[in-house]
């Protein structure tokens, strides 16, 4: 069985520019999670989405939003990027009657 | 709100060396936990998990017991090889609003000398 996939791997935008990173999760996972990983803050919960619904957020600014498909596929987008924003950001999905989240290798964004 | 306590990094250890990495932990009723691994340029890995009070899980020659009474879930292993080099994150789920959101410690550098 094929793991969570994320593209691109790595990406590098310049401040203002906006981004879009993708996550396919594990065949017949419905719960996709976003997390970003940086050295000052360490792992961050963004969003989780279930059956195309966002149903938990975490602490960050409106900036930066989410969705989800009907095949449970999950985007995250960056507008207005900035300095700080440079992180690798992982994906995480799960099923929905049990709460092991597996991750992908993530996207590394670098804001120039 | 859930929080997770892990001990600071770096650690060197020797080839085959006792391992211990403590985990500590504040939630609101009875979150499961976990350790998760991650190897340079890569995610993270699920290593083992405990869902409930005296739970012990393992894998690969780790260990690690949920200690409601310490609110606890040490990660332990008899011998470590150069190959478990990496940073370990403890981490909880809480099952905040039905979601399923983990909080992660700050993590602990592995290093595995010969």
């Known amino acids: 069985k094929a793991g969570v996939t994320q593209t691109p791997r790595y990406l590098i935008k310049t401040r203002g520019q906006q981004v879009t990173l993708s996550c396919s999760p594990i065949?017949?996972?419905?719960?996709v999670s976003w997390y970003q990983q940086t050295p000052g803050q360490g792992l961050q919960f963004l969003f989780e989405y279930f059956s195309e619904t966002q149903r938990n957020k975490g602490n960050f600014p409106g900036r930066f939003s989410g969705r989800q498909f009907s095949n449970s596929r999950s985007e995250m987008n960056v507008s207005t990027l900035e300095l700080g924003d440079s992180a690798l950001y992982l994906c995480?999905?799960?099923?929905?009657?049990?709460?092991?989240?597996?991750f992908g290798a993530g996207t590394r964004l670098s804001v120039l | 709100g859930n929080s997770v306590t892990q001990m600071e990094g770096p650690v060197t250890l020797s080839e085959e060396a006792f391992l211990t990495i403590n985990c500590t932990y504040t939630?609101?009723?009875?979150?499961?936990l976990f350790w998760y691994v991650q190897y340079p340029g890569e995610g993270l890995q699920l290593l083992l998990k405990a869902t409930k009070a005296d739970d012990k899980g393992s894998n690969k020659g780790f260990e690690a017991t949920y200690r409601k009474e310490t609110t606890s879930f040490h990660l332990e292993k008899g011998s470590v090889q150069v190959s478990d080099s990496a940073v370990y994150f403890c981490?909880?789920?809480?099952?905040?609003?039905?979601?399923?959101?983990?909080?992660f410690g700050t993590g602990t550098q592995l290093k595995v000398e010969l």
């Open positions: 981490a909880l789920s809480g099952r905040t609003g039905g979601g399923n959101k983990l909080t």
């Open positions: 939630a609101t009723g009875y979150p499961s």
């Open positions: 995480a999905s799960s099923l929905a009657a049990e709460n092991i989240q597996y």
């Open positions: 065949s017949g996972h419905r719960s």
